[in-house]
Structures are given as C-alpha cells and as structure tokens.
T-cell receptor, first 112, second 112 residues
Framework: NAGVMQNPRHLVRRRGQEARLRCSPM?????VYWYRQLPEEGLKFMVY????????ESGMPKERFSAEFPKEGPSILRIQQVVRGDSAAYFC??????????FGSGTRLTVV | DQQVKQNSPSLSVQEGRISILNCDYT??????FLWYKKYPAEGPTFLIS?????DKNEDGRFTVFLNKSAKHLSLHIVPSQPGDSAVYFC???????????FGAGTILRVKS
C-alpha cells in the first residue's frame, strides 16, 4: 500500500507563472488536507477536501490559490501568478477518517 | 496558529537522558492530541496520540501527557537517542472537527 504521493518533489517557477502541486492519497483515504510550511515556520493548515467537495478552506489565501479533489485523479493545489512569498514546502495529508493523518513527502516550491 | 503554543523553538539533550517537549493550548474544544516528528526534506510522521479522556499514553520510549485543566500537552522521550533529533510538532483536533492544527515546532538535538 503506497503512502501519500506528492509530485513534483521540487518545483521552480518564475514570478507570475502558475504552480500545480499534485497529491494522490493513500488507497481507501477519502479525506485530503493541504498544509504549507514557510521557511523557519510551522505547518499551517490550508484546506480540507473530500471527493469533489471543499470542506474547509479557512487557511487558503483569498486570492491566487485554489484546490480541488476530483472524482477521479489526484488532488491539485493550484497557485496562480506566483510571487516570491509563495516559496515554501507544501505538504499533503490523507486520512480514512478525521484522525488518522498520513503525510506525503511534500513539494518544495521555489519562486525565482 | 494562535490557539497552540510551542514555546521552546529548540532543545538540546544528551544521549540517554530524558527529552521533554511541551505545548500549551487555549481552545477547550480540542479533544484529540497528537505528536508528529519531522526530518528535513521529509513529511511529518505520526508519533503518538492521546484522547481527551486520558491523561497519559505510552508507546515504548515515548509517553504523552495531557493536563486538561492546565491545557498543557507534553511528550517525554526516554532514553533519548541521536536518531530522535528532528522537529517535533504537537497537533490538536477539535471535537467533531476535521482539521489538525499544529504548533510551531520544537527542534530537538540529541548529542552523543
């Protein structure tokens, strides 16, 4: 049973480009969460999704950021018109219920 | 997150001694508490948890203590080993909630 798969592991984007981060949850897990870790900071909750539904997006920046978890395929975190301040490690977690979180290895986004 | 405080950004301990990591929280609606460990360039991994109906949970070298009246959570590692050197995050789940809120993390260094 593969763990939570995130790709790419590293992503470099120029300012103004779009970044797409993918997360495939563990088999049987229907809850997906995205977290961001800025340099020298802790893990900040961004969004919680179930299939085709955003359950809680209270941690998402109001602009440029969006997330989806379609019926088929991975969850996508999309950042439009990236800025240097978006440079961070983005972690995805999945769970079969509200307690059993398993994290992926993260995507490290660098905006140049 | 303002609801959770890990007041010690770092801790240095000699191999074989006890490591004690602490978290304080303000939200009395938290009912499930976890500790995660994170190595550089990897995702957080689950370590140990405790529900609000208990005050202690033990798993090998790791023991988590919960003091609900003081709103205080701690993790004891004994004996500490060099491989325990990592960042430790306390995590909290709201009663009937669906997202994990983390503290800022404590860097533990175990010296041999």
């Amino acid at each position: 049973n593969a763990g939570v798969m995130q790709n790419p592991r590293h992503l470099v984007r120029r300012r103004g480009q779009e970044a797409r981060l993918r997360c495939s949850p563990m088999k049987g897990h229907s809850h997906v969460y995205w977290y961001r870790q800025l340099p020298e900071e802790g893990l900040k909750f961004m969004v919680y999704l179930q299939k085709e539904n955003i359950i809680d997006e209270s941690g998402m920046p109001k602009e440029r950021f969006s997330a989806e978890f379609p019926k088929e395929g991975p969850s996508i975190l999309r950042i439009q018109q990236v800025v240097r301040g978006d440079s961070a490690a983005y972690f995805c977690a999945s769970s079969p219920d509200i307690y059993g979180y398993t994290f992926g290895s993260g995507t490290r986004l660098t905006v140049v | 997150d303002q609801q959770v405080k890990q007041n010690s950004p770092s801790l240095s301990v000699q191999e074989g001694r006890i490591s004690i990591l602490n978290c304080d929280y303000t939200n009395s609606m938290f009912d499930y508490f976890l500790w995660y460990k994170k190595y550089p360039a990897e995702g957080p991994t689950f370590l140990i948890s405790i529900s609000s109906i208990k005050d202690k949970n033990e798993d090998g070298r790791f023991t988590v203590f919960l003091n609900k009246s003081a709103k205080h959570l701690s993790l004891h590692i004994v004996p500490s080993q060099p491989g325990d050197s990592a960042v430790y995050f306390c995590g909290f789940v709201l009663e009937y909630g669906n997202k994990l809120v983390f503290g800022a993390g404590t860097i533990l260094r175990v010296k041999s």
